[in-house]
Each structure stands twice: as C-alpha cells, then as structure tokens.
C-alpha cells in the first residue's frame, strides 16, 4: 500500500483562508438573505484596465490564426515580458537585475512555497511572526519541520515576533539560520522596511551567508519615496536574496494568473562538501522541470502594465484601494482600534483594544455586522488579539462595513 506524506499529518486545521471561506459558506446558508461584505481574503474587486484588457484580445486573435497561433512558448518567460520587467522595475531603479534572471510564474504564492525544493533539508528557517501562511505550511509540507508545539510554533522553525513593541519589524536571528523569510510590504501587518532596515538585513545575511528570501507582492503600494521598491536597490543583495512579485494585487491579475521570481545570476550555495554553487541553474531546472509556463495571452496582458499608459491605468487602480485604506484606517481609529499599516500597503492591521481574541472577533463581525476581515492568530501566535483588513472591496462596501461596525455594540 502506498504510504503517506506523514508531514501532512502536522499541520493544524486548515489553510487559513479556505477555513474562512467555510466559516462564511456556513453563515449564509444559515442566513440567505445577509449581505455579507468581504474584506478577508485578499481578492481584487477592479476589473483589468483597458491597456490589459487590449493586449489580452490582441494575445487571444493571435491564437485563432495559423501564423501567429503560439504553442509551448518558453517555460521561463517570454522575452518581450522580462525585457519589459527588466527595465521598469528593476533598472529604472538601479538595480542591477537582467531579463534572463526573471522566471515568469501563475503566482507568488506558487513560488514561495516551492522555493525550497532548491535547498536542502537540514537547513534553518525562520520566519516573521505573524507571517503569510505559506512559508510555513510548505516548510511544514516538506519535512523541514518537527511536530506543532502549545505555543503554536512548529518545532525546528525560528520565528521572529513582529509586534507594536518593535514596530512590527524583527530583530536579527540571535541563533544561527540559513534561510530567512522577509515580506515588505507585509502581509499581514502592512508594514514597512526603510532602506536602512533592508540594509541591515543584507549586510547580516552576506556576513553570515544566509539567503533571503523576499516577497515583494505589494511593492507596487508604496508611495514614500524613502522606502524602496525591491530589495536588490540594496548594493549586495543580488549576492544573497531572491525576490518575488505578483501582478495579483498590482494589476487585477487574482484571476488571471502571473508572477514572477528574480534568482541573481551569481547567488550561491553550499554543496555537502563545501563548495558554492550557483542558485540559478537549480531552480532553472525545477521550473523548466515542472512547469509549462504563463500562457501567451496572459503574459501579453502583463507586458502592457509596463507601458506608460498601463503603468498610469495601475497607478489609478492603486489609488482607488488605498483611499479605501485611508477610510479603513481612519474609521476603526474612531471606533478604538489600535491602528497599523494601509499607508504604503493594501491591508490595515488592527487591535480592537477590548481584549477580544481573534477568532471571537470574527465571529462577532460576520453574526453581527455580516463584515468578513482576517483573524490575525491566523497568520502566528504573535497575531493573536489583531485582525486584518483588506481594502480591495469595492469603496460603497468600505463605507458600509465601516457604518456597520460603529453600530456594533461592544
């Protein structure tokens, strides 16, 4: 008989996000006629921009004609679309990142939590706490974990707390760790990291060879000027991170599918026996391996975001989410709340200040105010007593959660 993955076996519950979805399947049945408002999962509600939606038609009459018809195209990505990446995210910024370093994916969150597949089993992770769920389900998934422990860690993962105390941002490992997963802007507390906190991470991880692995998803939200866009705008930190963007958040893209993954030409690793290879070629091979590519349409609807008209249509749609933020921010501040994030990134993090855990504050949103948010103890034991708000609801449904949350009765 075959025998199971026992790994499975150690993860608690379900994944985050489709336990909510079952909480809120389950109250409607119950209740057909609430209109539930869903700031919870990180959906997009703006439809794809008319640049987008241009390339896409013009990607999909090609696939009707015989000369112009695609079929397997390259599994890394067309040039067109990483010459197009290149130059607008990366060079523009002086960063120096090349078209060929940039893997084309469905998704960010496929990419982090198959990124390990390239390392080896023994080494040291850790993680910010609270933290996208992902790094640690798939660290867990993969056997690089020992057993769920009371204080709802996992045994054999370094976690970093991230609380108000530190402003949500970690302190350095004070043991020893070879891997170290970062997210700015974060997922979920909506902070920030400066240049000179990125730094501080860079030169750790050069000094220490640890590789960094950065997930970028919301970097197309930041406005301050002082905060920077990529990682690799750090002199060094193509020697020691990888980097992960989404267009998901960015440009619509939650249905549609693409992403992309940045593995620097000469970032390496030890081998057993101690020399250093090379990342690239391994996760070359993984992704060649494994995966068939974004198709020609959807990459041809990428590309259009970096055109100066597709580049002004997201910049609008940025906008819309994160005026959605301010009024996110500004209403649970009058109704008590303790307030993080929405200035540079799409989600508000927020303490109800009256000692509620989590969970218990969602259940009283979704019973009594049909609003659906995120249970911080969701994202790590650090998360508890926070919940997350996603501002990529329409703005008539912001206002009316807002509304219906200052009739709550506490």
């Given at each position: 008989?075959?025998?199971?993955?026992?790994?499975?076996?150690?993860?608690?519950?379900?994944?985050?996000?489709?336990?909510i979805?079952?909480r809120?399947r389950?109250?409607?049945?119950?209740?057909?006629?609430?209109?539930?408002?869903?700031?919870?999962i990180?959906?997009?509600?703006l439809?794809?921009?008319?640049?987008?939606l241009r390339?896409f038609?013009?990607?999909?009459?090609?696939?009707?004609k015989?000369?112009?018809?695609?079929?397997?195209?390259?599994?890394?990505?067309?040039?067109?679309?990483?010459?197009?990446?290149?130059r607008?995210?990366?060079?523009?910024?002086?960063a120096?990142?090349h078209?060929?370093?940039?893997f084309?994916?469905?998704?960010?969150?496929?990419?982090?939590?198959?990124?390990l597949?390239?390392?080896?089993?023994n080494?040291?992770?850790?993680?910010?706490?609270?933290?996208?769920p992902?790094?640690v389900?798939?660290?867990?998934?993969?056997?690089?974990?020992?057993?769920y422990?009371k204080?709802?860690?996992?045994?054999g993962?370094?976690?970093?707390?991230?609380?108000?105390?530190?402003g949500?941002?970690?302190e350095?490992?004070?043991?020893r760790?070879?891997?170290?997963?970062?997210c700015?802007?974060?997922?979920?507390?909506?902070?920030?990291?400066?240049?000179?906190?990125l730094?501080?991470?860079?030169?750790?991880?050069?000094?220490?060879?640890v590789?960094?692995?950065?997930?970028?998803?919301?970097?197309?939200?930041?406005?301050d000027?002082?905060i920077?866009?990529t990682i690799?705008e750090?002199?060094?930190?193509?020697?020691?991170?990888?980097?992960?963007?989404?267009l998901?958040k960015?440009?619509?893209f939650?249905?549609?599918?693409?992403?992309?993954?940045?593995?620097?030409?000469?970032?390496?690793?030890?081998?057993?026996?101690?020399?250093?290879k090379?990342?690239?070629?391994?996760?070359?091979r993984?992704?060649?391996?494994?995966?068939n590519g974004?198709?020609?349409p959807?990459?041809?609807?990428?590309?259009?975001?970096f055109?100066?008209?597709?580049?002004?249509?997201?910049?609008?749609?940025?906008?819309y989410?994160?005026?959605?933020?301010?009024?996110?921010?500004?209403?649970?501040?009058?109704?008590?709340?303790?307030?993080?994030?929405?200035q540079?990134?799409?989600?508000v993090?927020?303490?109800?200040?009256?000692?509620?855990?989590?969970?218990?504050?969602?259940?009283?949103?979704?019973?009594e105010?049909?609003?659906?948010g995120?249970?911080g103890?969701?994202f790590?034991?650090?998360?508890e007593?926070y919940?997350?708000?996603?501002?990529?609801?329409?703005?008539?449904?912001?206002l009316?959660?807002?509304?219906?949350?200052n009739?709550?009765k506490?």
């Amino acid at each position: 008989m075959a025998q199971i993955n026992e790994n499975y076996l150690k993860l608690q519950a379900g994944y985050l996000f489709p336990e909510i979805g079952r909480r809120v399947r389950e109250f409607q049945r119950e209740n057909p006629h609430a209109d539930v408002i869903k700031m919870g999962i990180g959906d997009v509600t703006l439809p794809l921009t008319p640049s987008v939606l241009r390339a896409f038609h013009e990607g999909v009459d090609e696939m009707a004609k015989a000369e112009t018809f695609k079929g397997y195209g390259p599994e890394q990505g067309y040039d067109f679309l990483r010459d197009a990446i290149a130059r607008s995210e990366y060079q523009s910024r002086g960063a120096n990142i090349h078209a060929d370093e940039i893997f084309i994916s469905d998704g960010s969150k496929c990419d982090t939590g198959n990124i390990l597949e390239i390392f080896g089993q023994n080494n040291i992770i850790a993680v910010q706490d609270p933290v996208y769920p992902v790094y640690v389900d798939t660290s867990v998934m993969g056997g690089r974990t020992g057993s769920y422990l009371k204080s709802g860690y996992y045994e054999g993962l370094v976690y970093m707390p991230c609380t108000s105390e530190n402003g949500f941002i970690p302190e350095i490992p004070k043991e020893r760790v070879d891997i170290v997963f970062l997210c700015y802007p974060n997922n979920p507390t909506g902070t920030t990291a400066g240049r000179q906190e990125l730094k501080k991470w860079v030169d750790y991880a050069r000094k220490n060879k640890v590789i960094i692995l950065f997930d970028a998803a919301y970097e197309a939200y930041i406005s301050d000027p002082d905060i920077p866009h990529t990682i690799y705008e750090i002199e060094g930190a193509n020697e020691v991170a990888i980097e992960f963007r989404s267009l998901s958040k960015t440009a619509g893209f939650t249905g549609t599918r693409c992403a992309y993954t940045i593995i620097p030409k000469n970032l390496v690793g030890n081998a057993a026996d101690g020399t250093e290879k090379p990342l690239y070629p391994f996760w070359y091979r993984r992704h060649t391996t494994k995966f068939n590519g974004v198709s020609y349409p959807v990459q041809k609807a990428a590309a259009a975001i970096f055109t100066p008209e597709g580049k002004k249509e997201v910049k609008s749609t940025i906008q819309y989410y994160m005026n959605n933020a301010k009024v996110l921010r500004e209403s649970l501040a009058k109704l008590g709340f303790t307030v993080f994030g929405g200035q540079n990134a799409p989600y508000v993090w927020a303490n109800s200040g009256r000692g509620i855990k989590s969970w218990d504050l969602f259940d009283k949103l979704l019973q009594e105010a049909h609003v659906v948010g995120t249970p911080g103890s969701g994202f790590g034991p650090s998360g508890e007593g926070y919940f997350r708000f996603s501002s990529f609801a329409t703005h008539e449904n912001v206002l009316k959660a807002m509304e219906r949350l200052n009739k709550l009765k506490w």
